[in-house]
C-alpha cells in the first residue's frame, strides 16, 4: 500500500513575476500593466512618463495558491523632461463639488465662467496637476486672467 508520503511530490511551488510601470514608490502610486517582460514594462513606462518599473513575485504554493508576494522597484534613468513637466488644470466647483479636465488654460476659464453662470454663487477653483509637483492649487486665478 502506498501512502502520499511515499510518492514523490507532483507539483512543487514555482514562481511567478510580471512587471507594472509606475509613478512613484509611495503606497498610493500609480501602477499601469501587468506585462510579461521588463521591456514591454519600461517601453510603456517611458511613454508615460513614469519612473519606475515594479516587478511582483508571487510564490505559488502545491495547492495553486499564492503563499508569498515579493515586490522589488526599479528606477528608470533619463525620463524624458517633457512627461515630467506635462500639466493638467483641473477645475472644481466649491460649492456642488462638480468637476473638469482641461489641456489648456482657456478651457478652464470657459468652463468655469459657463459653470458660474449657469449657477449663480458658486465659485469654481482651479488646480494645476505635474508629475513633478503633484495637485497644487492656483490661488486667484481669476484675477491673474
Known amino acids: 500500500m502506498t501512502t502520499g508520503k511515499d510518492r514523490p511530490n507532483e507539483r512543487m511551488e514555482h514562481k511567478e513575476i510580471f512587471w507594472m510601470a509606475c509613478d512613484s514608490t509611495e503606497q498610493l502610486r500609480a501602477e499601469y500593466g501587468p506585462f510579461q517582460t521588463r521591456a514591454e514594462a519600461e517601453r510603456e513606462a517611458r511613454r508615460l512618463g513614469f519612473g519606475f518599473l ?6 505559488i504554493g502545491e495547492d495553486e495558491e499564492i503563499k508569498e ?10 525620463i524624458p523632461n517633457q ?6 488644470l483641473h477645475t472644481r466647483c466649491a460649492t456642488c463639488g462638480e468637476s473638469a479636465i482641461h489641456d489648456e488654460p482657456w478651457q478652464a476659464e470657459v468652463w468655469a465662467d459657463i459653470h458660474e453662470f449657469e449657477h449663480s454663487r458658486h465659485r469654481v477653483r482651479l488646480f494645476e496637476h505635474t508629475r513633478a509637483d503633484g495637485l497644487k492649487e492656483i490661488d486667484n486665478w481669476r484675477e491673474c486672467a
Open 54 to 59: 515594479l516587478r511582483y513575485e508571487h510564490i
Open 69 to 78: 508576494v515579493r515586490c522589488v522597484f526599479l528606477e528608470l534613468q533619463e
Open 83 to 88: 512627461s515630467i513637466f506635462a500639466r493638467k
